[in-house]
């Protein structure tokens, strides 16, 4: 069992940057790969960012790409997102989660827990 909780999330202007955090709890938490997905109003989850269980391999989706960075620390059981360069596009409830690695980064249905989210509001 791993629990999630997010922090991090505000309001800045565009062009501004933002770091989030996903602090998690239990000894497997490095054996997890972590991702980050985002929901605007009315929109589905979205992919955002993933790292796998040792931080040697990342995956972004190409919106993010070159602005969002995501990396973990084992020791602290947390895993971050710096967001850079902000538009009011990623404007959305931030949500980081646990994979077992079964399947592939790129899709809710292979992440197996999940944090209560955080807001990130961008304004014009």
């Known amino acids: 069992q791993v629990q999630l909780v997010e922090s991090g999330g505000g309001l800045v202007q565009a062009g501004g940057s933002l770091r989030l955090s996903c602090a998690g709890s239990g000894r497997t938490f490095s054996s997890y790969g972590m991702g980050w997905f985002r929901q605007a109003p009315g929109k589905e989850r979205a992919f955002v960012a993933a790292i796998n269980w040792s931080g040697a391999t990342t995956y972004y989706a190409d919106s993010v790409k070159g602005r969002f960075t995501i990396s973990r620390d084992n020791a602290k059981n947390t895993v971050y997102l710096q967001m850079n360069s902000l538009k009011p596009e990623d404007t959305a409830v931030y949500y980081c989660?646990?994979?077992?690695?079964?399947?592939?980064?790129?899709?809710?249905?292979?992440?197996?827990?999940w944090g209560q989210g955080t807001q990130v509001t961008v304004s014009s």
């Open positions: 989660a646990a994979t077992a690695g079964r399947g592939s980064y790129y899709y809710t249905f292979s992440y197996v827990y």
